[in-house]
């Protein structure tokens, strides 16, 4: 998958949903969204997308907060923009945070170009923000930043080096404190 085609994929969605938030795209879609109770320890399951029968789903970890589970819907939902025809339908736990899943990096990308707009980003940026305040203000993970910069370049936009290179499989490591309050 290349940059050309995911950029493409989140317009597709944009212009025929005119809608950029990953619940309201899902019921757009026709896709099951599914929140379930997996817990909050390191390795609990995020969330996932299936597709059986044509029927499609993606479940996501409801005790996550809002904030990352929009991330995680965004996720999938470029698993099942991006990778239907690759006859895969099942994305779980074992291919979602395999760092070298080319699939994983696809998904991550899509998340960042639907969740972030150019624009919001750079005014962010001019703002006299350093990388990590940039996304702390963005209310994002810092590496869903770095995700959205390597779009952006790809684009043309002239940008520093982000102090970080994200891992696709970044979202495995994840800790979610028991009262669900997350500080990015």
Known sequence: MYYA????????????YHETDPIKLCAAMGIILIPQSLGIAQDAIKGFYLESKRIRTITVNSDMPLLIQKFIVAHELGHAELHRKLGMFAFNEVGLFD???????????FAAELLLDDDEVLQTL???????????????PMELLDFKFRVMKWKGYKLVEPPIIARSNFLKDLEIPENNDYDW
């Not at 760092?99 to 990308?109: F, H, I, V, Y």
């Not at 001019?126 to 994002?140: K, P």
């Open 5 to 16: 085609e995911i950029v493409r994929a989140v317009d597709r969605l944009k212009r025929r």
């Open 99 to 109: 760092e070298s899943s080319r699939q994983e990096k696809d998904a991550n990308l």
């Open 126 to 140: 001019n703002e006299d923000n350093t990388f990590f305040s940039a996304a702390a203000s963005l209310e994002i």
